[in-house]
């Protein structure tokens, strides 16, 4: 599935003033790609994720999308890479006063010249692909938790991105709606044929969807493994990430 590389990260120190959060940062995310970013409470996953998708500046290193330096372009140059990601926030951060159709067709009428007929047509193709079809007049608060992150899904989906960065989509979902979610995932990607990018600390969704990932160690302050976690399972001789990927099997 994968193809060349879609985000390349080179000697990455990312941090908050003169506290270095992470240091030496170096891995690639690659076109089709299910990649996680995983490790311990507090170790800066979702700081990772922000300066990927331009929210935050690193402190040093480099993220290149295809061959451009990312936070080296012109900000108006960067605007035009970051139109091509599509962001789940962890709580979906959908507007609640807004119908779920509403909510989906924000971003088509903030970006694009599409008239009132044809992004009705686009939001409900979105919500049917996310298996909300019907549900385009319901607000946030009508639905369960599952069905607001993939309403998320839709609206991050809405300008057909390259790209999609999800911050913990199954955090506050009981287990049959997170697998649900992981099976729409993985859809999307062999659909649409998008890169995602995942934090997550869910084993279970860690192993059923991602094909690459980056291990960040709180204790050492850098990354100690990359690269396909059921591999990392069944190869890594670092005793911290098969300790995090075997989590809840001891003396099982």
């Known amino acids: 599935m994968a193809g060349g590389p879609e985000i390349t990260v080179k000697n990455l120190d990312m ?24 490790g311990g409470s507090g170790c800066g996953k ?5 300066i990927l998708i331009g929210l935050k ?40 006063s807004m119908t779920l159709a509403e ?8 970006y694009t010249d599409l008239r009132p007929n044809q992004i009705r047509e686009l939001v409900s193709l979105k919500l049917s692909l996310v298996g909300l079809a019907g549900f385009e007049e319901f607000y946030p608060s009508e639905i ?30 009981d287990p049959i709606s997170s697998r649900l979610l992981d099976d729409l995932i993985l859809e999307l990607r062999d659909s649409l044929g ?28 850098t990354m100690t493994a990359s690269g396909d976690p059921k591999q990392l399972l069944n190869e890594s001789k670092d005793p911290i990430v098969r300790k995090f990927l075997t989590r809840g099997q001891e003396g099982g």
């Not at 506290?19 to 076109?31: A, E, P, S, Y």
């Not at 991050?156 to 955090?171: Q, Y």
């Open 194 to 221: 998008s890169t995602i990018v995942i934090v997550t600390h869910e084993l279970a969704s860690i192993f059923a969807i991602a094909n690459n990932s980056v291990y960040l160690d709180v204790e050492t302050r």
């Open 144 to 173: 369960s938790g599952g069905m607001r992150k993939r309403a998320g899904l839709a609206r991050a989906m809405a300008l057909d991105p390259d790209i999609l960065f999800f911050d913990e989509p199954s955090a506050g979902l």
């Open 15 to 38: 941090g908050y003033g003169s506290f270095v959060l992470m240091r030496d940062l170096n891995f690639t995310v690659n076109r089709g790609d299910i990649f996680i970013i995983m």
């Open 57 to 96: 500046e690193p402190l040093q290193g480099n993220v290149l999308y295809g061959g451009t330096d990312f936070w080296e372009v012109e900000p108006d140059e960067r605007e035009r890479i970051m139109r091509r990601f599509g962001v789940l926030y962890q709580q979906g951060a959908l507007w609640s």
């Open 103 to 110: 909510n989906v067709a924000l971003p088509l009428e903030q």
């Open 46 to 50: 979702s700081t990772l994720l922000k």
